[in-house]
């Protein structure tokens, strides 16, 4: 069965770093890009970027570039979506999501992780 | 970026009746080499993540009930459900992958009326 496993909920402080990780198993974690999606409180589907676990080549959103940093590591079939310096405004719930074809293509999303709720509040 | 907008933002159905949803596109999401429609629709219930429903705009995720079904071509598509059950209480998003960023619809609630 394939399933995208996500870290558990995060409190920080405005100014703090954080990495959370999303963890494929059930495939080949190789052959299929991961993406990161936001949805703030209340709020619709913001694509952020996504990696290619293969060679770690990234695509960011404008949105997003500069503001994130998005890994891998294959060897332990873990992606990561990671920011140096948290704002207030990045408190929203991150998810995960596995694109649905084998090596790339399209950003179709088939295996969605459970969300990470992240709360930044000074 | 596309920018996709949906209609109506809510809509309530009694169950049993037919629930449709309008998504359109800024630009044509439509590729001509392969004439194939890049735009998907997801379900998400409260509480929990997006699910795939439909690809390409009307080819239905394995496992999904026949009753919702895709369809519409080039910057206008819609998302039906023939009969609205219960467990369809959802908000249903559009999303296109022509161009990147994949870029989201807004969002349509649908409630049991």
């Known amino acids: 069965e394939v399933q995208v496993v996500q870290s558990g909920a995060e409190v920080k402080k405005p100014g703090e770093s954080l990495r959370i990780s999303c963890k494929g198993s059930g495939y080949i974690f190789t052959n299929y890009w991961i993406s990161w999606v936001r949805q703030m409180p209340g709020k619709g589907l913001e694509w952020m970027g996504r990696?290619?676990?293969?060679?770690?080549?990234?695509y960011y959103s404008p949105s997003f570039q500069g503001h994130v940093t998005i890994t891998t590591d294959k060897s332990i079939r873990t992606a990561y979506l990671q920011w140096s310096s948290l704002q207030a405004s990045d408190t929203a719930i991150y998810y995960c999501?596995?694109?649905?074809?084998?090596?790339?293509?399209?950003?179709?999303?088939?295996?969605w992780g459970r969300g990470t709720l992240v709360t930044v509040s000074s | 970026d596309i920018v996709m907008t949906q209609s109506p933002d809510s809509l309530a159905v009694s169950l049993g009746e037919r629930a449709t949803i309008n998504c359109k596109s800024s630009q044509t999401i439509l590729y001509s080499s392969n004439n194939k429609n890049f735009l998907a629709w997801y379900q998400q219930k409260p509480g929990q993540p997006p699910k795939l429903l439909i690809y390409?705009?009307?080819t239905r995720e394995s496992g999904v009930p026949d009753r919702f079904s895709g369809g519409g071509s080039g910057t206008d598509f819609t998302l039906t459900i023939s009969a609205l059950q219960a467990e369809d209480v959802a908000v249903y998003y559009c999303q296109q992958y022509h161009t990147t960023p994949p870029t989201f619809g807004g969002g349509t609630k649908v409630e049991i009326k």
């Open positions: 390409w705009a009307s």
């Open positions: 990696v290619d676990p293969r060679d770690s080549y990234t």
């Open positions: 999501a596995r694109h649905s074809d084998a090596d790339g293509g399209y950003d179709i999303f088939d295996n």
